[in-house]
């Protein structure tokens, strides 16, 4: 239910804006079938993407949803999105899947679902961080909000060493005009929960 009252959030805001035809543009990921060994599955990622974009559709959205993304998905998937968002008077990303900070060279990452990481130097190479989403949004010219459901369990723990990836997702440096929410509280880690919960 969290998320509906950002939703609500979001319909209150875009009302300030001038009235007349808008564009109104989504990108919802849910990455659920992680392909490596001891990468936990994340069933609710999936069901929790679709719920989101049945709402933002319900709302005057145009909904892109994409499910289990590998990296080079992802990196598709974004760089479509960019070219899309160009101008829109709200542009919205929401990404459920597994999501870590690394406290080599810091930084919140998002999961692609074949990524291996087998070192921590090789992390940073097989995620998306924060900032390439905020990318994705920054040409809208209205409202421009990134949901992220995907404060977890560091899902590598037998490959990314304990201080490298071993904590929820931290709070990001403010972008200018653009929003980030996140599920848990910086520092702390949300469950995949029961089915359903939004």
Known sequence: MRWLVLLAFIVATQSAYAQGAQKRVALVIGNSDYQKPGVNDLPNARR???AIGRLLTGIGFSVTTKYDLGYDGMRIALRDFAATAEGAD?????FAG???ELSLGGGNFLVPVDAELKSPSA??????SLSALEEAVASA???KLIILDACRDNPFPQTVTRGAADRGLARPEPRERILVAF???HGT???DGVAGGL
């Open 48 to 50: 929790d993407a679709e």
């Open 90 to 94: 709200a542009a919205l990303i929401h």
């Open 98 to 100: 597994h999501g870590v």
């Open 123 to 128: 992390a940073r190479q097989e995620m998306f």
């Open 141 to 143: 010219r209205g409202l």
């Open 183 to 185: 599920s848990a509280r």
């Open 189 to 191: 880690k949300a469950q």
